[in-house]
């Protein structure tokens, strides 16, 4: 099986931009997660999704938004960028309640 | 109340010896305990994981080992490789329903030949 993808795996936008970074699960997983990894913070959760509905959300400002398709495939979006906002942000699927494959990340860089 | 303390920072072990990587908790409403590694440029890639009603787990070269009452848990990796130069991280699931990973700040490994 193919492991989850997301693009792009590389972005520089400018503070004040918006971004859109995309994910595709392993086949047959309904549960996608997103997470930011950073050197100071680690790795913090940002929200789930489930069958298109939003099942979790962590403490993350409302600039930081995503959603499900039907297809299982998933998008984050950060309006408004910030310094702040330069991270790795990671996707992982999950088949069963429990374990989370994650993807190689996308590496946004705000300037 | 839900973080997870992980420990050490980084650590050096020579090839052959026992690496070994600590964490702690507080919140008894985590479930699922799952040890993840990450190599420079990837995603973390699940390891090994275990849950709170099992003491141990092993597979292949890694063990984790749980213990419930003090609400601690430990990844061993035995004769540890160059190969096994990364970062850790032990995480934990919230009982929520919903996916949910708490990280704990990760351990970088470094094994010399």
């Known amino acids: 099986k193919a492991g989850v993808t997301q693009t792009p795996r590389y972005l520089i936008k400018t503070r004040g931009q918006q971004v859109t970074l995309s994910c595709s699960p392993i086949s047959g997983h309904r549960s996608v997660s997103w997470y930011q990894q950073t050197p100071g913070q680690g790795l913090q959760f940002l929200f789930e999704y489930f069958s298109e509905t939003q099942r979790n959300k962590g403490n993350f400002p409302g600039r930081f938004s995503g959603r499900q398709f039907s297809n299982s495939r998933s998008e984050m979006n950060v309006s408004t960028l910030e310094l702040g906002d330069s991270a790795l942000y990671l996707c992982?699927?999950?088949?069963?309640?429990?374990?989370?494959?994650f993807g190689p990340g996308t590496r946004l860089t705000v300037t | 109340q839900q973080q997870v303390k992980q420990s050490p920072q980084s650590l050096i072990v020579q090839k052959g010896g026992i690496s070994i990587i600590n964490c702690a908790y507080e919140n008894t409403a985590f479930d699922y305990f799952p040890w993840y590694q990450q190599f420079p440029g990837k995603g973390p890639a699940l390891l090994i994981a275990?849950?709170?009603?099992?003491s141990e787990k092993k597979e292949g070269r890694f063990t984790i080992s749980f213990n419930k009452s003090a609400k601690q848990f430990s990844l061993h990796i035995m004769d540890s490789q160059p190969g096994d130069s990364a970062t850790y991280f032990c995480a934990a699931r919230l009982i929520q329903g919903a996916q949910k990973l708490v990280f704990g700040q990760g351990t970088r490994l470094t094994i010399n030949p």
């Open positions: 992982a699927s999950s088949p069963t309640p429990y374990e989370q494959y």
């Open positions: 275990i849950r709170p009603d099992v």
